[in-house]
């Protein structure tokens, strides 16, 4: 399973990176808002840090003649970008010119089965449904994830399930069991994932026997 980090914080980023674990990142305008400052050069900086992941970049326009020019532009800042397009009706004629182009898209805000059919069968390389966004509005994230999975794996179709706006590790650990080829984690909700207070228990309780034996030097 990919790790992806659903932040545009570069500190953060160059901080997981080094674990190995991260494949790559997903942003968005929330994120890179948030952030401040030039998103261009933050785009370009994150996609520098991790040079063999895929870094999720949205477009922001909506008129569809423009957000394919914009799609074009983004693609174009770096070879490991993955265009994030929204899975709306007005865009699925510029998502298929661009799956058409050979432009690999991340087809974002995907909240039902049939959306994520509709994207598979136009071929693009990621969709992403918002888990905790459908437990907002009273609806089984968790089981949309378990129909993509059902639904790709039926009709043998290429494209990865990224599973997004997890928001807790309960949601992690849903994401796991479902097949997600990919999750995108906030970075507060990967760093739980690394942790367990038995695993602290149990250093504290070796290291206490340990002292007991009164060595100075091992090995
Ligand atoms: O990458 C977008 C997604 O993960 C957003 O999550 O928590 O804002 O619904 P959230």
């Not at 933050?42 to 326009?61: A, F, M, Q, W, Y």
């Not at 799609?71 to 004629?93: G, T």
């Not at 009273?138 to 949309?144: E, N, R, W």
């Not at 990967?190 to 090995?219: E, N, Y």
């Amino acid at each position: 399973m990919k790790i992806f980090l659903d932040t545009a914080n570069t500190d953060d980023i160059k901080k997981w990176a080094s674990t190995g674990l991260i494949d790559g990142v997903t942003t968005n305008p929330s994120n890179l808002s948030v952030q401040g400052g030039d998103p261009t050069k933050r785009v370009l900086e994150i996609c520098s840090i991790l040079p063999d992941g895929e870094v999720s970049v949205e477009v922001t326009e909506k008129d569809p003649e423009a957000l394919y020019k914009q799609a074009l532009r983004i693609a174009a800042l770096s070879p490991n970008v993955v265009v994030k397009v929204p899975c709306h009706a007005d865009y699925y004629a510029v998502i298929n010119r661009l799956v058409d182009q050979g432009v690999s898209l991340n087809i974002t805000l995907v909240f039902s089965l049939l959306q994520g059919l509709m994207m598979c069968k136009m071929g693009v390389s990621m969709i992403s449904p918002f888990v905790g966004r459908l437990e907002d509005n009273g609806q089984d994230g968790v089981a949309l994830l378990v129909q993509l999975r059902e639904m790709v794996d039926q009709y043998g179709y290429e494209t990865e399930i990224l599973a997004a706006s997890l928001r807790n590790v309960e949601h992690f650990n849903a994401a796991v069991e479902s097949g997600a080829d990919i999750a995108t984690l906030p970075v507060a909700v990967f760093q739980q994932a690394l942790v367990h207070p038995l695993t602290d228990q149990g250093i504290a309780k070796f290291d206490a026997d340990w002292q007991k034996l009164g060595v100075s030097q091992f090995p």
